[in-house]
């Protein structure tokens, strides 16, 4: 067994014995492993690997340990009104992790959902080798504040126009064989992760629910390929024009000083949804400008409960003749204000 493989066998006999540091150490190890040969384009590679990660002992562990803490972290009574689970049952959980042909549907236990983050961690290196890096959406080491620091980089020292859009509300029509396709993976894991796309793991309604495992994961797989079409579309543009995409969330935001660019990145973006056989609502897609007004739209957008708004000054308060302003959304603010009982503004 090489340094990298994983054990199938069980190497301690209690959940308080377990070794953590070397069980993510190796899971990490064949992670990396995956990541490079996706990198390259090994894809049997890649599934062989997969494969031997989701029937690992470490793999099943880990898995279970992730949930656990997951739901602890809650302030909900818990997934599936367990709130968490004895080390005995968490030992005995990690055991039923198998992969095997007999495909599982999608429930609120902890069971099924850690049968989801197994999955997970099989998948999101491969797919963390393709992701483009203006892509937030619930990578490794990626959060919120990295998506709205990004935005402010490229809005700071020039005032642009700003397409923003919420994807999530696009789902309930996805195409599953489309993304299964682009998925390309272990014949046991499309076969299991169609079941529980056909059980409503996409559902909009429910996409992004704190609960939700490998929803996210599956979101950012389905939108790559939309990403790479807006940036070779990019690269046909000037040097001095640079284009700028954000995701996260199943939110997406597009700048660009030229109205013009970014109502092309709006055509491009319907076309990829027609594919999937998904369409953008007008309510769920908006143009605006930083700093001026456009058309019935006041300067600045909201984007994950932050407003992002530019305001003229004087050269003697910024060399630039504007200021970029940062700031609580109006209706996250109001969404605060109801979760901790007061009434909503009228």
């Known amino acids: 067994m090489s340094n990298t493989s994983l054990k199938t066998t069980e190497e301690w006999k ?4 377990i ?6 150490r190796r899971v990490f190890k064949l992670q990396k492993r995956i990541y490079r040969a996706s990198q390259r384009g090994d894809v049997i590679a890649v599934r062989k690997l997969q494969k031997t990660l989701i029937e690992s002992w470490y793999g099943r562990l880990l898995a279970v340990r992730r949930v656990i803490q997951s739901n602890q972290g809650e302030k909900t009574a818990g997934v599936g009104g367990v709130k968490s689970l004895s080390p005995e049952k968490c030992f ?3 055991k039923r992790l198998k992969l095997n042909s007999k495909v599982k549907p999608i429930r609120s236990t902890i069971q099924y959902l850690a049968w989801q983050m197994l999955v997970k961690i099989a998948l999101e290196n491969q797919w963390q080798a393709k992701f483009e890096p203006h892509s937030h959406n619930f990578r490794q080491g990626e959060s919120c504040q990295d998506a709205i620091e990004a935005i402010v980089n490229c809005v700071k020292l020039q005032p642009k126009y700003v397409l923003k859009a919420d994807i999530t509300k696009c789902f309930d029509c996805l ?3 489309q993304l299964l396709k682009t998925l390309d993976i272990h014949p046991t894991l499309r076969k299991q992760i169609r079941v529980w796309l056909k059980d409503g793991l996409m559902d909009g309604k429910k996409l992004f629910l704190a609960e939700e495992v490998i929803s996210p994961l599956l979101t950012n797989i389905a939108f790559h390929g939309m990403e790479k079409r807006i940036k070779h579309y990019a690269e046909t543009l000037n040097e001095n024009q640079r284009l700028s995409l954000i995701c996260y969330g199943g939110n997406l935001a597009i700048a660009h000083e030229d109205i013009e660019v970014v109502q092309k990145c709006q055509d491009i973006i319907t076309e990829f949804l027609s594919e999937l056989c998904l369409e953008f609502k007008p309510s769920q897609i908006r143009i605006s400008h930083t700093l001026y007004v456009y058309g019935e739209e006041k ?3 909201d984007f994950l409960g932050f407003n992002i708004r530019q305001y003229k000054v004087s050269e003697n308060q910024s060399k630039l003749g504007f200021k970029t302003n940062i700031k609580p959304s109006a209706e996250s603010i109001r969404s605060l204000f109801i979760a901790f009982g007061g009434s909503p503004a009228p």
């Not at 209690?14 to 014995?17: L, Q, T, Y």
């Not at 070794?19 to 993510?24: G, P």
């Open 14 to 17: 209690d959940w308080r014995e």
């Open 92 to 94: 005995a959980l990690a």
């Open 175 to 177: 195409d599953y064989e």
């Open 19 to 24: 070794n953590w540091s070397k069980v993510e």
């Open 299 to 301: 300067p600045g957008f």
